[in-house]
């Protein structure tokens, strides 16, 4: 059976990052997989079969390999990255863990700092 894809054509404000999260995060939960995120559209594939919760950062890396495997060791896969700098990751949903388990930045100093690196960006 081949593949189902779709692209959205929706954009988000840099300081409105977690609306798009929640929007990955619905997709999710109907069935359809982040592909490959972007500023001005999004593509995804259809797998009912899982389900994740999507988080996003926002910096310019220099070693794009150890930020990738920091994020894996606690649990996170990483999808993709935007000409901007913004990072895509996705962790597979699990109804019995808290909220918490689902946030990338897990102390307020690394949260504002991201917020200030996008807010240079609005």
């Known amino acids: 059976m ?4 779709k ?3 929706k954009s988000y404000f840099a300081w409105d990052y977690e609306q798009e999260t929640r929007d990955l995060d619905l997709a999710s939960e109907q069935g359809w997989q982040l ?6 559209h999004s593509r995804f594939v259809k797998n009912p079969e ?3 919760r999507y988080q996003l950062d926002y910096r310019k890396i220099e070693d ?20 901007n700098g913004w990072h895509y990751f996705r962790k597979p949903y699990d109804p019995s863990l808290p909220e918490e ?4 930045f897990t102390d307020r100093e690394s949260l504002q700092e991201m917020r200030r690196k ?3 960006l609005a």
């Not at 794009?64 to 000409?83: D, H, K, L, P």
């Not at 388990?101 to 990338?104: D, G, L, R, T, V």
């Open 2 to 5: 081949a593949k189902e894809y």
């Open 7 to 9: 692209t959205s054509y």
């Open 35 to 40: 592909v490959k995120g972007g500023c001005f």
């Open 50 to 52: 899982v389900r994740y």
């Open 64 to 83: 794009m390999g150890r930020y990738i495997e920091t994020f894996r060791e606690q649990g996170w896969e990483y999808v993709n990255s935007t000409f």
């Open 101 to 104: 388990a689902y946030e990338i």
């Open 118 to 120: 996008w807010s240079r």
